[in-house]
């Protein structure tokens, strides 16, 4: 805030406010503010140079378009990719196509137009307006010395289409990069693996416009004949299990061409994720996934990264029983397909909540033959975090998308395959830098004073997603006049809001269990069967271990 004395504010110009009133007030004089004397507090909204008009008047030299940032969203991303300003060095190097060149000095830039896309992926439901509107903030407000005009939604369009996927693709792979080596340097492990890093892989449909090029680039999945309700964006990603981060995307087709099947569709990306960032699959980590069985030619060729794999088989898969079982109750196996054979260790076992068992048994896969190190009952704990590092992920994220909810409407808004190659990178990178700024906060929050969690450390996934996502959105509007302040003031801004974001947490591990998990929040609660929520540990019952 600055604090002006309202006797030392004066208009500049000659004759009132000058001849179209697009002037800012200067403050005359330098008096010493005194006990009630009446004071403007401002909110300092852009650093600019000054233009002086021949009447007087003050105006602001540049562009507004230059000036918007995204506050603590935006910082957080220079941090990961290694580079102050990337966006604008992105935005430097792209050439626009379609109707507009970029030669000539225009409502947009390239550079606002990928905020835009960045900041509308964190405002589901709204519309182009109402995200310009949050981008721009004051700015429009400031007299600068040209004219300058909100761009309208046409305006919005088509420079998305001029901009293409390209340079958003590129700020993700440099984001998931930076997300990698983030968790490589620190340790937010929430449950241990012995010394390995949980992780977990796992695919989601995401629903498109319903339009003939969509339609034709991705089709759609559940239906024989591609005739479901709107087209389909399959993706596959993988996650960090504890702080739910994404370090790797791919996405394909959900239709015909993406595979007959959800899991042979998905054992296709699997294929992609391993060909575009091998350098995740690390020795150091163990890659749980679920019973979309990836093959015995896939889980060879993740081995042969060196990573590890637990993977849950379904029923119908044959695993030959090599040896005796262990004193852990698991037993090494083979397992042969696709021309291929693969020594495994398997664990089999039982969970029951209350007293109640669960309707299945459940069968684990791994590579890891040490049943000391690697024990059967810690492994099958392990699996639970597929669970948090997927289906909790997958969730937190299609929440800052509209529409996300079974039988809705569209989840993104893109009526082109190559728009929607956009919006998707997009909505990967914003989802990501409020997972960013969740760490941020969870880093300087201070621990509970009582609760079950008293005492301990803050843990990034105790930090609300929906707050983090809201804290963006509020920086948004200081962004302008924050990214030219003094460092010093930059991070005591910062601080305040991580500071406000580490209060607002969330109660994890509850011990809830359902028959079925959801990934997004069912539209109607009420309607419909309810299905049954137990609060109780789970206990797990490991097959064949002898018993204490």
């Known amino acids: 805030m600055v604090a002006v004395r309202v006797a030392d504010l004066a208009s500049p110009a000659r004759v009132g406010l000058g001849k179209d009133g697009r002037t800012a007030l200067v403050a005359a004089g330098a008096g010493k503010i005194r006990t009630g004397d009446l004071v403007v507090f401002c909110k300092p909204v852009a650093v600019a140079a000054a233009v002086v008009r021949r009447d007087g008047r003050v105006q602001a030299a540049g562009h507004p378009a230059d000036h918007v940032r995204l506050g603590i969203a935006e910082q957080r991303l220079d941090a990961l990719c290694g580079e102050p300003g990337v966006i604008d060095k992105v935005a430097a190097g792209l050439t626009l196509d379609g109707r507009v060149k970029g030669t000539a000095r225009r409502a947009m830039t390239a550079a606002m137009v990928i905020r835009l896309v960045l900041l509308m992926t964190l405002m589901p439901g709204s519309c182009y307006a109402e995200a310009i509107a949050v981008l721009l903030g004051d700015l429009p407000l400031v007299p600068w010395h040209r004219r300058y005009r909100v761009p309208t939604d046409a305006v919005a369009c088509t420079w998305r289409d001029a901009a293409g996927p390209a340079p958003l693709q590129e700020l993700r792979d440099r984001a998931l990069a930076g997300i990698d080596a983030e968790h490589r340097d620190h340790d937010w492990r929430a449950i241990l693996a012995g010394a390995l890093e949980v992780c977990s892989i796992d695919g989601s449909l ?48 959900s239709g015909p061409g993406g595979g007959r099947d959800k899991g042979e569709a998905e054992q296709k990306l699997l294929d992609g994720a391993l060909a575009r960032y091998p350098h995740i699959f690390t020795p150091d980590r163990i890659w749980v996934m679920d019973r979309n069985y ?55 076992y039982q969970v029951s909540v209350a007293g109640r068992d669960a309707p299945e048994l459940f069968c684990l896969i791994t590579d890891l033959d040490d049943w000391q190190a690697y024990p059967a009952g810690m492994l099958a704990e392990v699996y639970h975090w597929r669970w948090i590092g997927s289906e909790t992920a997958l969730k937190e994220a299609k929440s800052a998308i509209r529409e996300s909810g079974p039988s809705a409407g569209p989840m993104l808004r893109s009526a082109s395959p190559a ?61 302008a006049a924050t990214a030219s302040l003094p460092p010093g003031l930059i991070t005591a801004n910062r601080a305040r809001i991580l500071d406000r974001l580490g209060r607002c947490r969330i109660i994890v591990d509850r011990n809830r269990h359902r028959d079925r998990k959801t990934k997004a929040r069912l539209a109607f609660p009420h309607g419909g069967p309810v299905i049954p929520t137990l609060t109780a540990p789970a206990q797990i019952s490991v097959c064949g271990a002898t018993p204490a």
Not at 214 to 235: I, K, M, V
Request: glycine share 10%.
């Open 419 to 479: 728009l929607i190659a956009q919006e998707h990178a997009a909505w990967i990178i914003s989802a990501e830098l409020a997972r960013a700024a969740a760490r941020d906060a969870a880093a300087i929050a201070a621990p509970a004073r009582k609760g079950r969690r008293a005492g301990l450390p803050v843990h990034p996934r105790e930090i609300s997603f929906a707050a983090a996502r809201r804290a963006i959105i509020a920086s948004t509007w200081s962004g």
């Open 294 to 348: 990836p093959g015995v030619p896939r889980i060879k060729a993740m081995l042969a990264t060196g990573t590890h794999v637990l993977i849950r088989v379904k029923d119908g898969i044959t695993l030959t029983r090599t040896g005796d079982f262990l004193p852990d109750g698991s037993y090494p196996a083979l397992i042969c397909g696709g021309g291929h054979k693969l020594d495994i260790r398997v664990i089999e």
């Open 206 to 253: 995401t629903r498109v416009p319903d339009t003939p090029q969509n339609r034709s680039a991705f089709g759609s999945a559940g239906t024989a004949d591609g005739s479901a309700p709107y087209p389909q964006l399959r993706e596959l990603r993988c996650s960090v299990a504890s702080t739910r981060a994404t370090v790797g995307v791919v996405t394909g087709p």
